[in-house]
């Protein structure tokens, strides 16, 4: 997918984002004003600093002018706080003086909806297009820059204190709800920037992302995000900052699925907008979280933790039921929880009475608090394990001990050089020691036992990102596969028969069923002798997608009366179902053992392009809708990735005696279907391989749709 502009690079947005000069436009007298606010807010920020209003007495002085014109020299950055009908007329001054930043506050423009609204906020973008005045807004509350000490907003914003090593660059399209997240710096959070978007005139979300990705005071970047006409320069943000081996921890509002189109398949129910803005961000590198209470909590995790140097984790606990609940939360989010070295264990032997655990999750027991030494010297040894590359230590009580603990607990790890992660299970949510955690260089404070494994997993998953082999995989099917889909495309149906969709996949190497297109009963008889076995009879048209709704298929057929009845019945039911269908005939097909199905497939999202979905099939499809997405083309260490991440990925290992199955192959299938849909990006609207069969241990695709774009040219 094409980029509709390139993103801005940080010269450019340098005045806007931490200017040495500044303007602030007021066409109010009130004291409180959105313009008088500013100008407090910026007291003592050292940036040179003035305040236009026609309003009040010019005083060069005070730093006041009657207009923009009579400025001693030209701020770098403009904030425009007039109302919004005199928004441009200040703007294009400001541009025509060779302005290079302009913050824009009013309200009313295409968030309203109104088409009148729509145009006064295109004339913004044309003015920062025209000019190269990058303009943030409007409808915008502002920023928070230089760890704090540039506040270009008329809010209320919180302090974000000293700038310290482990900051987190904080982007949000919401202004209310990112300054809410940047109050966690009231609680020992730190901040480098809080910049907020607006409606996105000029300067977006994508653009400040890049920013903080080239900005030294900003170790992680956390992202608020709604949506934008063109995600594809997020995704080339998050790149950016990928390459940079910074982690953008990404959070997305707005995920409501009201309003999609009906899908013809289950592929399309299974890749919904917010499946495939997962996707994306997974493709980029983000570090993408599923609540809005993970996100600073997240981010601050990444900041002080670096690279993982080992994927295993340690807990050690002074309870036992917390002990339990690190071992079932790890469970849930396959974190592994490897047992102690011989050369741990024996420290942690000496430390812990008989009536603890020793074992991982370690129990160091209440006698803590006679031996207060101990948990410095258990955290260490675990930290020193080799197999061990964060400490998760859960804290059950707010009291004052709960303060030197977590000193100690800083102290071991940054000796060691690995995070230790305290989830803070007291519901004293503002207890002892919470703000020691928040400020602590090396230890993390999560305020749920589930957020702190899914972060870590997610650590893990990343860490994993940056070591993935750079290299582009060669092409896995033959160079021209494609002019199999061209050909079945350019019959004219919007929707491939079974049959020819099957003939789309073996050209691309995709393991297919057996069959036999039949037109009479005698030849259905004479195909099934010839299979041998029990066989399977469906409607052949493209003209019915779903042959099951249509009383078209007919399973486990055995001897030639069944067969030649199946298929007198079929007809009768598709023809029943839909009178004006042109039928091609009937498929004959052996019936393959199933040991397990799954549904692999994939749409043409209007965004991000081509997307592949796989999803376990059967009955598991309605009850667990356990499906992975991901952009297509895609490798196949990519594809065993997204296995990886089923939750039924046991299932695979062999389930009730049935053969594991051969992972290796089935990613080379998935990885092939990625293939056949970036090839086809033109044409396939949306392809479903279901049931895609695990058929002793390896896949075989038992049925197929794929639905063409209608509009497409279908020739090569």
Same mark, same amino acid.
């Given at each position: ?11 450019? +947005? ?18 409180? &004003? ?9 007291? =003592?920020? =050292? ?49 025509? %003086? ?11 423009? &295409? ?58 660059? +904080? ?27 607006? /409606?996105?005139?000029?300067?977006? !979300? ?29 995704? #080339? ?55 809005? @209470? ?43 929880? *490897?047992? *102690? ?11 812990? *009475? ?57 102290? !071991?790890?940054?000796? #060691? ?25 090396? !230890? ?11 972060? +870590? ?32 495309? /350019? ?8 049959? &020819? ?39 052949? &048209? ?25 298929? @007198?019945?079929? %007809? ?129 695709? !038992? ?9 497409? *040219?279908?020739?090569?």
């Amino acid at each position: 997918m094409s980029i509709s502009r390139s993103l801005y690079p940080s010269r450019e +947005l340098q005045p806007l984002f931490a200017p040495a000069s500044i303007a602030v436009v007021d066409f109010s007298s009130k004291a409180r &004003s959105f313009g008088a606010r500013t100008v407090q807010n910026l007291a =003592g920020s =050292g940036a040179r600093l003035w305040t236009v209003n026609p309003k009040l007495q010019a005083d060069a002085g005070q730093g006041i002018y009657r207009s923009v014109q009579e400025l001693p020299e030209v701020p770098e950055c403009v904030v425009i706080a007039v109302p919004r009908d005199a928004v441009y007329g200040v703007a294009g001054d400001c541009a025509r %003086l060779g302005v290079k930043g302009a913050i824009v506050y009013a309200s009313g423009y &295409s968030e309203t909806g109104a088409a009148g609204h729509r145009v006064m906020q295109e004339r913004l973008s044309g003015l920062a297009r025209d000019t190269g005045m990058r303009i943030l807004g409007p409808n915008c509350i502002g920023i928070l820059s230089e760890g704090g000490r540039l506040r270009l907003t008329f809010a209320e914003a919180p302090d974000l204190g000293q700038p310290r090593g482990a900051s987190i660059g +904080l982007v949000s399209q919401s202004g209310g709800l990112g300054l809410a997240l940047a109050q966690a710096a009231e609680h020992g959070v730190a901040f480098s920037h809080v910049l907020t978007a607006g /409606n996105s005139c000029d300067v977006d !979300v994508a653009d400040q992302v890049a920013y903080l990705a080239e900005h030294p005071d900003c170790r992680v970047i956390a992202c608020l995000f709604e949506g934008m006409a063109d995600p594809q320069r997020l995704l #080339a943000a998050g790149r950016l900052a990928l390459s940079q081996g910074k982690p953008v921890v990404v959070h997305k509002i707005a995920t409501g699925e009201e309003g999609t189109r009906a899908a013809m398949s289950h592929t399309g129910s299974l890749a919904g907008s917010a499946a495939v803005y997962r996707a994306a961000f997974e493709d980029a590198g983000f570090v993408a979280v599923e609540a809005f @209470e993970a996100l600073v909590e997240t981010a601050a995790f990444f900041a002080k933790a670096g690279r993982p140097a080992a994927h295993g984790v340690a807990a050690l606990s002074t309870s036992g039921g917390a002990a339990i609940m690190v071992a079932d939360a790890a469970e849930r989010h396959r974190v592994a929880l *490897p047992q *102690p070295s011989e050369t741990a264990a024996q420290v942690l032997r000496s430390h812990i *009475p008989e009536f603890g655990t020793v074992r991982n999750p370690c129990d160091m027991t209440a006698q803590i608090l006679s031996n207060p030494g101990a948990l410095q010297a258990c955290a260490r040894a675990l930290l020193d394990d080799a197999s061990y590359g964060a400490l998760v230590f859960p804290n059950a009580y707010a009291y004052a001990p709960a303060i030197d603990r977590l000193a100690t607990l800083d102290l !071991v790890a940054g000796q #060691a050089g690995k995070p230790v992660c305290c989830v803070w299970l007291s519901q004293s949510l503002g207890g002892p020691g919470t703000v020691q955690a928040e400020a602590s260089a090396h !230890v993390a404070l999560f305020r749920s036992m589930d957020r702190c494994m899914a972060t +870590l997993r997610a650590w893990h998953r990343y860490d994993q990102r940056l070591r993935r082999d750079g290299t582009v995989a060669g092409r896995l099917a033959p160079p021209d596969a494609i002019r199999a889909l061209a050909s079945a495309a /350019n019959d004219g149906a919007a929707t491939l028969t079974e049959h &020819s969709a099957k003939r789309v996949l073996a050209a691309y190497g995709i393991p297919v069923v057996d069959e036999c297109l039949v037109r009479s009963a005698q030849e259905a008889v004479r195909a099934a002798r010839g299979f041998g076995g029990r066989v399977a009879l469906k409607v052949l &048209s493209a003209d019915i997608p779903h042959k099951t709704e249509a009383g078209g298929v007919r399973l486990d057929l055995h001897g030639d009366v069944e067969v030649a009845c199946a298929y @007198e019945e079929i %007809l009768v039911s598709a023809m029943r179902y839909a009178p004006d269908a042109h039928i091609d005939g009937v498929l004959v097909q052996p019936m393959v053992r199933r040991d397990l199905e799954l549904i692999v497939g994939g749409r043409r999202d209007p965004q991000f392009g081509p997307t592949i979905v796989v999803g376990l099939g059967g009955i598991f499809v309605e009850l667990l809708r356990d499906s992975v997405v991901a952009l297509a083309p895609l490798s196949p260490a990519a594809a065993r990735e997204m296995l990886d991440q089923l939750r039924g990925r046991a299932l695979f290992d062999g389930f009730r005696g049935a053969v594991p199955t051969d992972i290796a192959q089935l990613a080379q299938v998935i990885a092939r279907v990625g293939e056949m849909l970036a090839d086809g990006a033109d044409m396939i609207e949306e392809l479903d391989i279901n049931p895609l069969v695990i058929s002793d241990g390896r896949p075989i695709a !038992v049925d197929a749709l794929i639905a063409l774009e209608t509009t497409s *040219p279908r020739r090569l």
